[in-house]
């Protein structure tokens, strides 16, 4: 069976650093491309980066652009997403999703298989 679990999350300082990871079972990682979305109390599911399965092309929304750096190990069968420079409008739950297309695991409504999320919450 197909499952992602994420870690990393907690409680972390304005400016401060996480690495958060998402990691595999029931499936080899390499063959899929990964997401990561975040969803803030009261707001809507949002994409925050993504990375495909192979060339490790990456995407990141404007708002974490330059802070935040998703990368994975396919050895390992797990990705990351290390955000640095936090601040408190990051604060969220953090998802990760897989799909074979780069495209959908991109995509809100097109990918297919969602960790449970970690919470992040930046607050002094």
């Known amino acids: 069976q197909l499952q992602l679990v994420e870690s990393g999350g907690g409680l972390v300082q304005p400016g401060g650093s996480l690495r958060l990871s998402c990691a595999a079972s029931g499936f080899t990682l390499d063959n899929y491309a990964i997401g990561w979305f975040r969803q803030a109390p009261g707001r809507e599911r949002e994409g925050v980066s993504c990375?495909?399965?192979?060339?490790?092309?990456?995407i990141y929304a404007d708002a974490v652009k330059g802070r935040f750096t998703i990368s994975r190990d396919n050895a390992k069968n797990t990705v990351y997403l290390q955000m640095n420079s936090l601040k408190p409008e990051d604060t969220a739950v953090y998802y990760c999703?897989?799909?074979?297309?780069?495209?959908?695991?991109?995509?809100?409504?097109?990918?297919?298989?969602w960790g449970q999320g970690t919470q992040v919450t930046v607050s002094s």
């Open positions: 990375i495909s399965n192979s060339d490790y092309y990456t």
């Open positions: 999703a897989a799909d074979r297309s780069y495209p959908a695991a991109c995509s809100l409504s097109h990918v297919n298989h």
